[in-house]
């Protein structure tokens, strides 16, 4: 259009929705990193890519939720759909092992990096649009414990990859507690295991008056649930612990079982009691684990409360079919994970803002011959840009620089002749003489 | 919850809303990893990754389209916003231009692949959630012409790399249309732009008709038009031959020595002829284009039309800024691509449904070591999962053949005991023993 016609045009002030995520080059390379890092972890353990849609049947995403959650949900109608958005992938997961399962082989494991949509009200680190990462393995009918042992690998085999400080994974089962409260004849079990979840938000003395005002139990009873809670130690130390309460109850009993099994599996998967721990305290708020659950902080930055989470459940698909399919997963919710390392510093940036390894400057008359040259790199697995406007030298490295691109080679007409050029580690300053793909791979570093 | 109460619930029928596309594991790893490579391709060349919200203020992403595109645009109200779906990746990426001017490196190079979304009417092949895959280098007040050839080295290495057979990537310049049009008097060049853009659809004798009707040509200059457009041969034929052509047009002689340049340029780029043509019929029906415009065909499949398209534009973001901001770019429509392919049988899917290399079965009493060389090969680098559930052997490796995983491994006793254990191969049936990970290396193709 002609500078006439876009002077009259009326400009809309560019701007987003409040409460959404956008963000620039240098933060958002850091996030795609850490994205293809949790996504081949997970592909390293076999787990298969899901992709489902955004949009759902209302009726079908709906079916089980109520109060919160369905007032959050991003809902519209468009012809004649009720049409809602997903609020998490654990239910269109489950819409789609029962929608598919004659045609998925089981156990069926699965992870799915995508974003879900929840309108809540907007505050610091909370996000109405944000990415969660899941795994998920689930078996037709039954599924052995040592899966539960496996999606602890998981979780450490990213938290190290992922490269953002010591980690801590807690894991409990709520087995155990249920069972425990069973025996000192607890009835409202379900109340009782959201008031202990919030142990480490409201302290041990909210904890006991909330269970002696809500549940109305003694004081004595109150404190046996506290000093339950209170075992701790190493791993062996709190079994061997656990193993002495002479308890009969089959509940107990199992959980017990299954928490030693799960540990013992732990280790042989070469994870080390620096990365695990037992902790009773830990039982997640949701009413649909059943058995083991997790819980993962990092060691220095607890305040961020726990940055992977997830358990074991009977049922992953009751809404949608009668088939039985227990399982067990968990989520990493990234957007918000990023964020809070941006907010604390704990990202380390390196001034990259472009997956850009050599940026090739060209003088007027050697275009041609530098494509060639970054073609050659190209195809030798480099990430290569040629800057093809025209400008000045010096504005040229200067783009190298704002970008943060590591290496930068000017051919000019000595260059080209001669096939020797200069790679210059922007970093460093320093220069080395290359004339071939060889040397090259000696300089730079990947 | 127990058998009773799920019993009690209701089931709600799984399924999704209709014109959105799920896929089950075998397609969906074919579809993930074309993902995986036009993401690795548009990197290698320096493209910075973008992510932007779905979701968008509906004034700011609507502020210029109308007519068709409004309809289609998924829009709803949630609280006192007006929300919009975005419908394609270039408005977003304008308004985050115009928002981020101040904070972003000029040429800003960036790819963008995520989903898209159109309310349109379902048909097959067609989705109102896709994917869409692009790339655009915006400058600031001004772009170097080289940067058209780069946008035709991009979409020949994806297509090399997505391996789906032979492509050809058309090219033209819409101001030698422009300028001839202008030549020859034709006042309406929008409209006969448009009209000569279904050449290949309606064919030439139709569009002889519409240029009379519409446009109000007489027959000779329709004539002139189409002789026009009828230029083929190599890329040096049809150049010289338009250097025949006297033809004093500011706008004709620039879209010449643009061409020239850019077709230069790509064969520097080392693009061979057999990938690329000029056709002087490509002029894109968008009226955003004002310079190169892009086509690919794939050669056994002409039928499914261009499969990635696009162009050089002098205004990327004049309905949000002042600013000049000239870019070029070319998007790939992935979901309808995958359909197409799939439908047309040119998918080799080879039974790979799980990114698994190796399962390890472990007897009951092996586990542990099992679990131990998992992660040793894990460590490696291979895509490992242990058969975790009980079962007889049998069945495991029905279940390594059903998933396609390629080598499987028995881990007994005897096995544990020796440190020698046999790999086997699941598609030849062969079995080779291994003690090391080296001996493994050298069975196990990548």
């Known amino acids: 259009m002609s500078e006439k016609q876009s002077n009259q045009r009326k400009i809309v002030e560019p701007s987003i929705l409040s409460g959404f995520m956008e963000l620039l080059p240098k933060e958002q390379m850091v996030l795609t990193r850490m994205t293809d890092t949790i ?17 759902e049947k209302s009726e079908v995403l709906l079916a089980k939720s109520g109060g919160e959650t369905a007032k959050q949900v991003y809902r519209f109608n468009k012809g004649d759909s009720d049409i809602a958005m997903r609020f998490d992938l654990t239910v269109p997961l489950a819409r789609y092992v029962a929608q598919h399962y004659g045609e998925l082989t089981f156990p069926f494991r699965r992870y799915h990096i995508g974003k879900v949509y929840r309108g809540e009200k907007p505050q610091k680190g909370r996000f109405r649009e944000f990415y969660q990462c899941d795994i998920d393995i689930i ?128 280790k042989a998967l070469g994870v080390d009691e620096e990365y695990f721990t037992v902790n009773l305290k830990i039982a997640r708020g949701l009413d649909y684990y059943t058995g083991t659950v997790y819980e993962t902080l990092l060691c220095d930055y607890p305040q961020l409360g726990s940055i992977c989470s997830g358990g ?120 080395f003489e290359v004339s071939s793909l060889e040397d090259a791979a000696k300089i730079i570093k990947k």
Chains 1, 2 share one sequence.
């Open 39 to 55: 996504k081949k972890t997970f592909e390293s353990y076999g787990f298969i890519p899901l992709d489902t849609p955004v949009l």
């Open 139 to 266: 078996g037709n009918g039954s599924l052995g414990i040592v899966n539960d042992a496996e999606i602890v690998s998981v979780i450490f085999s990213t938290f190290k990859a992922l490269n953002i400080g010591a980690f801590k994974i807690m894991i409990n089962n709520r087995k155990l507690l249920n069972g425990y409260f069973d025996y000192l004849n607890i009835e409202n079990t379900v109340e009782t295991l959201r008031i202990v979840d919030k142990i480490d938000k409201i302290g041990r003395e909210n904890v006991k008056k909330e269970l002696i005002k809500e549940i109305n139990v003694s004081e004595e009873i109150a404190d046996a649930v506290l000093g339950f809670l209170d075992n701790s130690g190493s791993v062996s130390d709190i079994i061997a612990n656990l193993k002495t309460y002479e308890i009969e109850n089959e509940t107990f009993r199992q959980g017990l079982t299954e928490l030693e099994a799960v540990c013992e599996n732990i």
């Open 312 to 431: 074991r459940y009977d049922e992953l698909a009751s809404n949608y079919t009668k088939q039985s399919l227990p399982g067990v997963g968990i989520s990493i919710g990234l957007s918000r994970l990023f964020y809070q390392l941006n907010e604390v510093g704990a990202i380390q940036y390196d001034n990259r803002c472009t997956p850009t390894e050599i940026l090739f400057i060209p003088m007027s008359d050697t275009v041609t011959y530098t494509l060639e040259k970054a073609t050659e790199f190209r195809n030798a697995g480099y990430s290569v840009e040629v800057y093809m406007n025209d400008g000045k030298v010096s504005k040229k490295l200067t783009y190298a620089n704002k970008l943060g691109i590591p290496y930068a080679a000017i051919i000019g007409e000595d260059e080209m002749n001669s096939g020797v050029f200069k790679i210059k580690d922007m970093m460093s300053g320093e220069q």
